[in-house]
């Protein structure tokens, strides 16, 4: 793609997609997108097609913890939870967290990735994408406040364990890790209250340090998130300036590349205002940046619409949905990764575009 053009080269599945199964996934995703894709998730299907829900399940049924109820004023989601505290009796020293699930369903999905690649199915250089919280989004959506510093060591440990057993068993060539940046928006929006100090910091260095963990074979990404909880975000990002500094912060601090960055764009934003500040946005060490600009409420129109206006601050980019399909009703998946193909360039196999 030349520095001119306004046609995005390749295109981004965020992570979850509506459909039965990752067989399903796979299939329509390559039968749509072949070569528009570098990578592909397993559609987060299953127990996983909530996002993090299930790992509420986790905590709530883990006799270290107890349930308490919360006010609703100190969550994100219109539903209120009992957020799990730790008993009384449970000393921090002993808290050991059981899998969490990410792994095993990891290791299920590749098999049928790796059957379907040798089939043809599945493009031979695209690989195969895992995605993950961090573990403030699971603190912060099911912790209690004040027991969400001492819960997250042994949080992180346990996530930290299943990423090393993911990227141990899987050749580094067929994997990439991204890390869904959901709650982290939140914190700097100002929406919730933060269980650290300084705030901004304290999120920059702890998504550096989960990128950094991941090799240099291995691509990494970041998704930033502010939901799709009932096809809606928990709030419409005013532009890019957050993301941009966010980022910003992350990038300082990486010992290597960021693959890929993913940001999202709200339906009704096509106005130049909305991207003018990513023409600050630390490009040096990010390999691809994808808008999440695609709507099927718009179509091709709206969406290119919207191409023409980040174009003006961002000459080369790839596509996406503004976050992950998972909420989205099944029949709509097809026409939303046909919009997909329609606007944005093939990538080649080896093709490799710079920011």
């Given at each position: 793609?030349?520095?001119?053009?306004?046609?995005?080269?390749?295109?981004?599945?965020?992570?979850?997609?509506?459909?039965?199964?990752?067989?399903?996934?796979?299939?329509?995703?390559?039968?749509?997108?072949?070569?528009?894709?570098?990578?592909?998730?397993?559609?987060?299907?299953?127990?996983?097609?909530?996002?993090?829900?299930?790992?509420?399940?986790?905590l709530s049924g883990n006799p270290q913890f107890e349930l308490?109820?919360?006010?609703?004023?100190?969550?994100?989601?219109?539903?209120?939870?009992?957020?799990?505290?730790?008993?009384?009796?449970?000393?921090?020293?002993?808290?050991?967290?059981?899998?969490?699930?990410?792994?095993?369903?990891?290791?299920?999905?590749?098999?049928?990735?790796?059957?379907?690649?040798?089939?043809?199915?599945?493009?031979?250089?695209?690989?195969?994408?895992?995605?993950?919280?961090?573990?403030?989004?699971?603190?912060?959506?099911?912790?209690?406040?004040?027991?969400?510093?001492?819960?997250?060591?042994?949080?992180?440990?346990?996530?930290?364990?299943?990423?090393?057993?993911?990227?141990?068993?899987?050749?580094?060539?067929?994997?990439?890790?991204?890390?869904?940046?959901?709650?982290?928006?939140?914190?700097?929006?100002?929406?919730?209250?933060?269980?650290?100090?300084?705030?901004k910091k304290g999120i920059t260095d702890r998504l550096s340090?989960?990128?950094?963990?991941?090799?240099?074979?291995?691509?990494?990404?970041?998704?930033?998130?502010?939901?799709?909880?009932?096809?809606?975000?928990?709030?419409?990002?005013?532009?890019?300036?957050?993301?941009?500094?966010?980022?910003?912060?992350?990038?300082?601090?990486?010992?290597?590349?960021?693959?890929?960055?993913?940001?999202?764009?709200?339906?009704?934003?096509?106005?130049?205002?909305?991207?003018?500040?990513?023409?600050?946005?630390?490009?040096?060490?990010?390999?691809?940046?994808?808008?999440?600009?695609?709507?099927?409420?718009?179509?091709?129109?709206?969406?290119?619409?919207?191409?023409?206006?980040?174009?003006?601050?961002?000459?080369?980019?790839?596509?996406?949905?503004?976050?992950?399909?998972?909420?989205?009703?099944?029949?709509?998946?097809?026409?939303?990764?046909?919009?997909?193909?329609?606007?944005?360039?093939?990538?080649?196999?080896?093709?490799?575009?710079?920011?």
């Amino acid at each position: 793609m030349n520095s001119n053009s306004t046609t995005p080269a390749g295109a981004l599945l965020v992570g979850s997609v509506p459909l039965k199964n990752s067989e399903e996934v796979f299939t329509l995703s390559s039968q749509i997108l072949g070569n528009h894709l570098r990578r592909i998730p397993d559609g987060e299907t299953g127990d996983r097609a909530n996002w993090i829900m299930f790992q509420y399940e986790l905590l709530s049924g883990n006799p270290q913890f107890e349930l308490v109820s919360a006010p609703a004023k100190d969550d994100v989601y219109e539903e209120e939870f009992e957020w799990a505290r730790l008993r009384a009796d449970v000393s921090i020293a002993d808290l050991e967290l059981d899998s969490l699930g990410y792994a095993e369903a990891a290791n299920a999905s590749f098999e049928r990735f790796c059957s379907l690649k040798d089939k043809g199915v599945i493009p031979p250089a695209c690989r195969f994408q895992i995605s993950l919280p961090t573990p403030l989004a699971v603190l912060m959506s099911f912790v209690h406040r004040e027991h969400r510093h001492l819960v997250e060591p042994a949080y992180q440990r346990r996530l930290v364990a299943e990423l090393e057993t993911i990227i141990d068993t899987f050749p580094p060539t067929e994997l990439a890790i991204q890390w869904d940046i959901a709650l982290e928006m939140a914190l700097w929006e100002g929406m919730v209250e933060c269980y650290f100090s300084p705030m901004k910091k304290g999120i920059t260095d702890r998504l550096s340090e989960l990128i950094n963990l991941v090799p240099g074979d291995v691509e990494v990404g970041m998704h930033l998130c502010y939901g799709s909880y009932k096809d809606k975000h928990f709030k419409e990002p005013e532009d890019t300036a957050n993301m941009v500094e966010l980022t910003n912060g992350v990038m300082a601090d990486l010992n290597r590349e960021l693959t890929w960055l993913h940001m999202p764009v709200p339906v009704e934003r096509d106005d130049a205002s909305y991207f003018e500040a990513l023409s600050g946005l630390n490009k040096s060490s990010i390999g691809e940046i994808y808008l999440g600009l695609i709507h099927d409420s718009d179509g091709v129109s709206g969406t290119n619409r919207r191409i023409k206006a980040a174009s003006r601050y961002l000459p080369e980019f790839g596509v996406a949905a503004e976050c992950g399909m998972g909420r989205c009703d099944p029949e709509r998946i097809p026409g939303l990764l046909q919009i997909h193909a329609d606007v944005a360039d093939k990538v080649g196999p080896l093709e490799r575009y710079l920011i």
